[in-house]
């Protein structure tokens, strides 16, 4: 960020009049060349740290300065080349960050904060909050602006990486630094009553500059965390401070939006004056992208998906448009950090659109848009699991096609007569067949190759289980991070350099990084593991690969917190798979009734993706949306348990057990809604009439298209008693149009 730069310049400047036993010649050099810098005179700064250089040769920090001089006279845009030259410099003194460990080694922390600096401009997160987490335990050397400086650096670092609670920590310590800087100001005015006037203006807006960051980042904070009460308090600061500008309504309109007003957020974005943003290259900022991105958000939480899909085509129209300016084009030169300005660097948002793009497409119903957006996503956030899961429906949804299409060769309606050949007593009625087993979606190319095929499918569900931590491994990291916040909490009053800022809170140890989107916690990712298995075991059905499937889908049924809905798809998949392996009698115990207890998609509203969609642009995933039953599932636990009842009587009917098939397909008709009969359900009944020898009453279903009872043989009597009723049309064992939905977490 920009201010971090300010912050820089001025440390590494004041390093050389600062030091101790220079002669007083090199002081007013040095003096001199400060003066030039801030004044923008780089060249001039520039002579004046040579002849620096000529006296004194060995002082490292001569060079460190001319290089930021050459640095910034460049306009910022030679990242690689500073980069590769502090590095040199650090293998000039031997020294590395992690050798840092007491105050000797403190001398050299400006050469590590400008380290973290350009890391945290690269994107590289770990590195930087690594290098500043080692340098605020050494704080108390230096003055003020420094300590603010790593302070505000890993303030923004822990909210990039989504630890609000360690930047409020942070935040907290900032607020005593800054107290503690404006009392001996105050008390070095008293002493010093000659002081220049337009210094104390300067320092005092300074601090105010200073305090009404803290508030932002403090609403930030507790955003992330969704604490809705002390985010309304810090808002009402954040407006007193900065007054109507850009940011503060942005986060404003980003409180307001998590708190489901979604048209007061709206207006309030609306009302904001993008126009006197300065713009992307002074301070690394797209207002505009950002602007239409949480319109998209905003209107995704709404249900309004075209809408949605339209701002975010708008954002990255604007997203490109910058990157056109900035010279960060297709031409590789982003890759070198080579001619664009560095605070620039993390204006590009392209990724993190496309990824918002490529859901909202999934819910609009366009998988293969989507998959092009998410597989451009997946080159860059190739560790997100959740990702992997999302291309993954889109490949089932491009191969399952829409709901009209899922009943292919058993039209519902005219029922699942294909043709009629021949006349009078030659006359034969030709049923409808949907064989669609064992089908090969990609044949003659390698599965690997990135098309939404099934086959692609599987390889993405393998990633996202192997991305995912193991049981034991989870419950081991949860119990050492209730240990560490334990031992911590006694020591955390006494000290302000507490476990917060060590990296080893147990924050790190409860959450799963899921870049760009929030990190899932514990529960999420079981509910993530539900849903990757159940997706696996439908895939490995789709490409009959039978035993895998039985695999994923008894993984599956041995979770420990598993939802209604993915047990009653797991133990249709087992069955499935079961049959096809002629295991009849086992998968019948997968087929009980009674194994049915509920159907909710159980998805609670705290385990949804919340977009926060301030200036960061953290996509979103949460989905209104995704609560509604799809049209082909059962709504209810009897409409479960007649689809049961039915893939029961199917099973009995492998086995020849034709009167039990019967029976359950009677007892499944009486359970649902009339005229929902699935064609399949016809299809049994008709061939277990024929069975029965009932030729006439098998033609009689296939021209009313509904079930009758059984009048021209001798079935038992409780059957002619039961009311002939329609059952709920859902392909009963492949039925893959409850992923997009139950799924989403």
Same mark, same amino acid.
């Given at each position: ?21 220079? #002669? ?386 058993? #039209? ?206 953290? #996509? ?95 079935? #038992? ?29």
């Amino acid at each position: 960020m920009a201010e971090n730069m300010t912050l820089e310049q001025n440390e590494t400047k004041h390093e050389n009049p600062s030091s101790l036993g220079m #002669p007083d010649q090199e002081k007013v050099i040095a003096a001199n060349a400060l003066d030039a810098f801030t004044a923008g005179k780089y060249e001039e700064s520039i002579k004046h740290l040579e002849h620096l250089q000529e006296l004194n040769k060995d002082d490292y920090k001569i060079a460190m300065n001319k290089a930021i001089a050459d640095f910034y006279k460049g306009g910022q845009s030679t990242t690689g080349t500073l980069k590769q030259t502090l590095m040199a410099m650090k293998n000039k003194v031997h020294t590395s960050v992690e050798d840092i460990d007491g105050l000797d080694d403190v001398e050299n922390s400006l050469l590590y904060y400008n380290q973290a600096i350009i890391h945290y401009h690269m994107r590289q997160y770990s590195e930087a909050i690594s290098i500043g987490e080692k340098l605020y335990q050494f704080l108390e050397p230096f003055g003020m602006l420094f300590a603010q400086a790593v302070c505000f650096l890993l303030v923004d670092l822990y909210l990039l990486t989504f630890q609000p609670e360690k930047a409020l920590h942070l935040l907290a310590v900032l607020e005593k630094l800054t107290v503690q800087g404006g009392n001996k100001n105050s008390k070095g005015e008293n002493a010093n009553i000659s002081k220049d006037g337009a210094q104390k203006a300067e320092f005092v807006a300074m601090i105010e500059a200073a305090k009404s960051k803290m508030h932002q980042y403090k609403v930030r904070a507790y955003i992330q965390m969704k604490s809705s009460k002390a985010c309304k308090r810090e808002i009402k600061s954040v407006m007193n401070t900065a007054g109507n500008a850009a940011p503060s309504l942005f986060l404003k309109s980003n409180f307001e939006y998590l708190r489901g007003n979604y048209r007061k957020a709206v207006k309030l974005l609306n009302s904001s004056n993008i126009a006197e943003h300065p713009g992307a290259i002074k301070t690394g900022e797209c207002v505009r992208c950002m602007f239409w991105n949480n319109l998209g958000c905003i209107h995704f939480a709404m249900g309004k998906h075209n809408l949605g899909i339209f701002y975010f085509k708008k954002a990255l129209q604007e997203n490109d448009h910058t990157c056109a300016q900035l010279g960060d084009g297709s031409n590789g030169q982003s890759k070198k950090f080579t001619g664009i300005p560095m605070c620039a660097l993390l204006a590009n948002k392209r990724y993190e659109l496309l990824y918002n793009c490529g859901i909202q497409l999934l819910h609009i119903g366009r998988p293969l848009a989507a998959f092009e957006c998410l597989m451009e996503a997946v080159q860059v956030y190739h560790s997100n699991p959740r990702l992997w899961l999302r291309l993954a429906e889109c490949c089932i949804a491009a191969n399952k096609g829409n709901s009209e299409q899922e009943s292919k060769g058993l #039209p519902s309606k005219k029922g699942i007569v294909q043709s009629i050949v021949g006349q009078g007593y030659h006359r034969k009625i030709v049923l409808a067949s949907q064989s669609t087993q064992n089908t090969i979606y990609s044949e003659g190319q390698s599965a690997a190759i990135p098309v939404a095929s099934m086959e692609f499918a599987a390889i993405c569900l393998r990633n996202g289980l192997l991305l995912l931590p193991e049981h034991q491994q989870q419950d081991a990291k949860t119990e050492n991070g209730s240990k560490t916040s334990s031992q911590s909490g006694s020591t955390e009053s006494g000290s302000e350099n507490s476990d917060a800022c060590s990296g080893k809170g147990q924050e790190t140890d409860k959450f799963l990084s899921a870049a760009p989107s929030s990190p899932l916690r514990k529960q999420e990712v079981e509910n993530l593991r539900c849903s990757i298995l159940a997706c696996s075991a439908y895939v490995a059905l789709a490409l009959g690969d039978n035993l895998m499937a039985l695999n994923h889908a008894e993984k599956l049924l041995h979770q420990t917190k598993l939802s209604g809905s993915l047990k009653f798809l797991g133990h249709l998949y087992a069955a499935e798979a079961l049959i096809s392996m002629d295991r009849i009698s086992d998968a019948i115990g997968h087929l009980n009734p009674d194994n049915v207890t509920d159907v909710s998609l159980g998805v609670a509203p705290s385990e949804q993706d919340q977009g926060l969609d301030k200036g960061d642009l953290d #996509p979103v995933e949460s989905c209104e949306s995704g609560k509604q039953t799809p049209l082909c599932y059962p709504s209810s636990v009897s409409s479960a348990r007649a689809m049961m009842l039915f893939n029961l009587g199917s099973a009995y009917c492998v086995r020849s057990e034709y009167e039990k098939a019967r029976k359950c397909l009677h007892q499944a008709a009486s359970m649902v809604n009339t005229k929902e009969i699935p064609p399949e359900a016809i299809l049994l009944g008709v061939y277990l009439e024929l069975q029965n020898g009932n030729t006439q009453l098998a033609l009689q279903i296939i021209k009313r298209n509904q079930l009758l009872p059984s009048t021209l043989s001798t079935p #038992p009597p409780d059957t002619r008693k039961k009311p002939v009723q329609s059952f709920q049309p859902v392909q009963p064992i492949q039925m893959p149009s409850s992923f997009t939905q139950v799924q989403r977490k």
